[in-house]
Structures are given as C-alpha cells and as structure tokens.
C-alpha cells in the first residue's frame, strides 16, 4: 500500500488466496495490492487481476533470496 513495486510469482491461486513466490519479504497481516498479469493467448489479452490482500503466512526457500507467502484476499478490484 505504500507504492513501492516488488515482483513475483504466483504459485497458486484459489477462491480466498494467493500464494506468491518473491525476494520481497512482507510482515504477518501487512497488506499488499497485488496485480497478476494474464499470459497472452493469441490476439486476446485479458484484464489483469487487481486484488487487496493481507499476508498470513511467510517462509524462507533459499537461504535469503527467495520467499514464499501466503496471502488472503480481502478485496477484489478487477
């Protein structure tokens, strides 16, 4: 929410969460808008998905450089 820019990858994607590979470390119940750009197939590109979140769970993969976290969806913008 504070502007900054940080990238991922989405893992996976379910009815109420996101969980999301990243160097970005966030703290428990930080909340993040997180935008997940669609893959383009053929001439069609969907919208992107603009979602609120809140972190609920963050775990160290790679001795410091990368994360995986869990996130809540509180909000759906898009």
């Known amino acids: 929410m504070s502007g900054a820019i940080h990238y991922g990858e989405c893992t996976h994607l379910s009815v109420d969460g996101i969980v999301i590979r990243s160097s970005y470390v966030p703290q428990f119940a930080e909340r993040l808008e997180i935008t997940m750009l669609p893959t383009v197939v053929g001439a069609c590109?969907?919208?992107?998905?603009?979602?609120?979140?809140?972190?609920r769970h963050c775990q160290m993969l790679e001795c410091g450089d990368l994360v995986e976290f869990g996130v809540l969806i509180k909000v759906r913008r898009s």
């Open 45 to 55: 590109r969907a919208a992107p998905f603009v979602t609120e979140t809140e972190v």
